[in-house]
């Protein structure tokens, strides 16, 4: 049994995976990743698969800019379709606060030359009339925008690591504990234990379990956020946009034939990843009031994952301080899945390079929280 690695990734999901991949891709040898269930299977495999460009701080703006080159080109880079669904996100405001915050929000975005529309009510009627609009104020509407499929980047990530032959994935291998001694990380699990002088801590919502392990705390939230979707149906003809009530915090888009719409984001954090009677009935009454027509559908499934929410809503990326070799990038508060390409790339370039060089990561910083340098975001952080 090997016990010595280089690099050690704590957490398969779509965060871990990429920063597995860029970390080969780069030339780094000697990986080891531990995932305590399969890979994907946690909050990423629960996601909504949500791409986008509008976003409110410039961070990021330039998460999703590059993510999207990389999205772009997946088939080419990575051997798999992601089913990029480019069909636009509709942020609709039913308050004169948020249209004022849209159209900051806007002028941000297109100084980074991102196309987007501001829109009246009047305009959101004609484009999308199966939407109740009298109490709309006005919306956004950027066409880049879409959706992909969690399988299949994960898939794609699978295949190009393992193409590159440079990591060594244990699935079903729970990490238990983490001690520093000799310099080297000693990363335990139920079964085994392995030495390092690098850590990877890639746990999403478990990402503050794992850093206390070390004697480390680092704020992150698990919150649960549910999902139905429909059975089929088909009285609107064309695409929908992934479309944001946000005064509500409800969404919806197609699943399918179906379609998915978001239930409740809970308020007190918990692992809880169970669908209940109330979150089924508040995308009911949301669907309903936002789209009359969904009267008509009938939900067929649904499930709950768990967003890794941070402080200022922004992920945590970065060494440790005082903590030579522990390194985190978790935290990404409902948008990991859309920035993990970005934040794959740039964890391997700060951790063989010295520095994220193609974006300044140091605002994602650890210790932003103790030193009060918490991100402001005009818009309330709002996820998918
Ligand atoms: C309902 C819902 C909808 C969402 N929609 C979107 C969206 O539309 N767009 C978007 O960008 N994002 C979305 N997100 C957020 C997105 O899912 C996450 O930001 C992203 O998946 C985080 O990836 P991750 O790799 O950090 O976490 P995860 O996918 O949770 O991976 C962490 C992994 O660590 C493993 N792990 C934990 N503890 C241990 C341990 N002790 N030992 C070993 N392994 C461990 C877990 O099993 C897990 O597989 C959504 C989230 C939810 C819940």
Same mark, same amino acid.
């Given at each position: ?13 779509? =965060? ?8 080969? @891709?780069? +030339?780094?040898?000697?990986? $080891? &990743?531990?995932? /305590? ?63 004022? =915050? ?8 297109? @100084?980074? +030359?991102?196309?987007?529309? $501001? &829109?009246?009510? /009047? ?262």
């Amino acid at each position: 049994m090997k016990r010595n690695y280089d690099y050690i990734i704590i957490g398969g999901g779509i =965060i871990g995976l990429s920063v597995a991949y860029n970390l080969s @891709k780069k +030339g780094a040898n000697n990986i $080891l &990743l531990l995932e /305590k269930d399969f890979v994907g299977e946690g909050s990423t495999g629960k996601c909504a698969g949500g791409i986008r460009l509008q976003f409110s701080t410039d961070i990021n703006i330039r998460f999703s800019i590059l993510s999207r080159k990389i999205f772009d080109n997946f088939k080419e880079e990575f051997g798999v379709d992601p089913e990029f669904k480019k069909v636009g996100y509709l942020f609709l405001a039913t308050e004169e606060s948020e249209l004022s =915050i849209f159209e900051k929000n806007i002028a941000l975005q297109r @100084k980074f +030359g991102i196309d987007v529309e $501001l &829109l009246t009510q /009047k305009e959101i009627k004609k484009r999308w009339p199966y939407l109740k609009t009298d109490d709309i104020k006005g919306g956004t509407f950027c066409a880049q925008d879409g959706y992909a499929g969690p399988h299949e980047v994960v898939q794609g990530y699978m295949r190009a690591i393992r193409r590159l032959k440079k990591v060594d994935i244990m699935q079903k291998e729970e990490v238990i504990g983490i001690d520093f001694k000799n310099n080297l990380w000693k990363v335990k699990t139920k079964k085994e234990y392995f030495n390092s002088p690098l850590v990877i801590n890639c746990g999403g919502p478990y990402a503050r379990n794992i850093a206390n392990m070390a004697k480390i705390n680092i704020p992150i939230s698990p919150i649960r956020r549910q999902i139905f979707v429909t059975e089929p149906f088909d009285m609107i003809k064309g695409d929908i946009p992934l479309t944001i009530d946000l005064a509500r915090g409800w969404y919806f888009r197609r699943e399918g034939k179906g379609i998915l719409m978001a239930g409740p984001q809970d308020e007190k954090e918990s692992f809880n990843t169970t669908t209940d009677f109330e979150g089924m009935t508040y995308a009911a009454e949301n669907g309903v009031y936002r789209v009359p027509i969904f009267s008509s559908c009938r939900f067929a499934t649904s499930w709950a994952g768990l967003y890794e929410i941070s402080p200022d809503s922004h992920a945590i990326m970065g060494e440790v301080e005082g903590n030579k070799g522990f390194y985190i990038a978790a935290g990404f508060s409902g948008h990991g899945f859309q920035h993990a390409p970005a934040a794959g790339l740039l964890m391997a370039e700060l951790i063989l390079e010295g520095n994220a060089h193609t974006i300044d990561i140091t605002p994602l910083s650890p210790s932003r929280f103790a030193k009060g340098r918490l991100i402001k975001e005009s818009l309330t952080a709002f996820k998918e």
